[in-house]
């Protein structure tokens, strides 16, 4: 899979030539133990519908409610945009614009440009575009909040459920399957075999 | 003797992308490939990642000190800083709640501080620990940066939630644009710091 003449570890910078990696296995700098790339036996196509399979949930997640509170009949419930944007109204503008950001507004654009990107390959339209797509991809994957996000809900949940009835609504449930189709899209996305394809398309 | 450590592609003149991995020679300045700017390590990583680290300590006490959480309840007005809040959890009963509150919002952050000065002092200092080891503290830091986020997502959704008038009502409080600051710089720091130097650094003590 590597095209490559000589790779370089980037945690020491240990130069190497490109190890022969079969499916399913995983390569390792021998130097200092750094993941340098990994082959999975899923191909593409899983990636794709991994991916878009999250997008369609994360669509889900907006038109249900996340939770709901019941304090002596007194009801309120939040949907995605409201657990966010609530702060905004408080004064706390920029902070609600970030957890908007790192809760939904980042994975969306990272499962758009993953499924963008596949299409491109295989359709072959939007070539000039594909490394902007894959550099864009990987600047924001580590600021997107997915798994701490559904943790924050759970320490909320247990938090309230002391003093009030506490519901969780569809919205929860389709996010907690987003939240593992994005963990499963985190593992099978590696950057020698993104690259790597985008080699072959071009040559 | 050279100033990078043996056998790495900084020592032959050859520049690992930041982005897309390809490793090609620094004269080029672009990668061929993606036109990311090449750089053998990354450019002042020290300085700026002590830069991030010392803001994100300045405004880590204004975030313990400041409320997280205004609560009012029946005209009554409670704030609630991070360790009040985690004193209410435990004393409520909901101890497990109140570890992984702890956990990710006072020792992670005070961990990644420990370990991202340890790191950049280890440079400048000879070496507390072999290079694979601090390597190690490094991973972690990446690792764990992100899960002192969880505060702050609590705080929105029960701002978000609990809106009933005089009965109950909860508002965000000043500490909470601190806490993420702090969160948001150490993830930089950590972000800008070059672990190659580490190896470096190492290797050049080594050759003396």
Redesign the interface.
Known sequence: MFS????????????MTPPQVKEGECAICP????KITRLHHSNINQLLSFAATGLILLFVTTQFNL?T?N?GG?V???DLW??????YF?D?K???V??LF??FVLPALILLLIVAFILSLKTGIGCWAQ?SM??LI?VMM?WA?VE??L???L??L???V?IAQMGLGWSFWAYAVFCFCYAKVLTLVD??QF?HW??EAHR | MNDYCRQSAASQQLANCSSCSLVSPIELGQCPRCQTQLHLRKPLSLQLTMAYLITALLLYIPANLWPMMVTEKLGQVEYNTIIGGIIVLWQDGSEPIAIVVFVASVLVPIIKFIILFMLCFSVYFSGLLCPAKRLKLYRLTELIGRWSMVDIFVVAILVALIQLEQLLNVQPGSGTVAFAGVVILTMIAAKSFDPRVLWDDFDRKCDH
């Open positions: 490559e003449q000589v790779i370089a570890c980037h945690h020491c910078d240990l130069l130097r200092c133990n750094h939770m509170f304090l007194n309120s419930q939040i409201q657990s966010a944007i609530n702060m408080d706390y920029v902070l609600a970030l957890v790192f809760i490394t894959l550099r990987f580590p909040m701490v996000f943790v924050g809900i320490v909320s247990v938090k309230l002391t950057r020698y690259w985008i080699d």
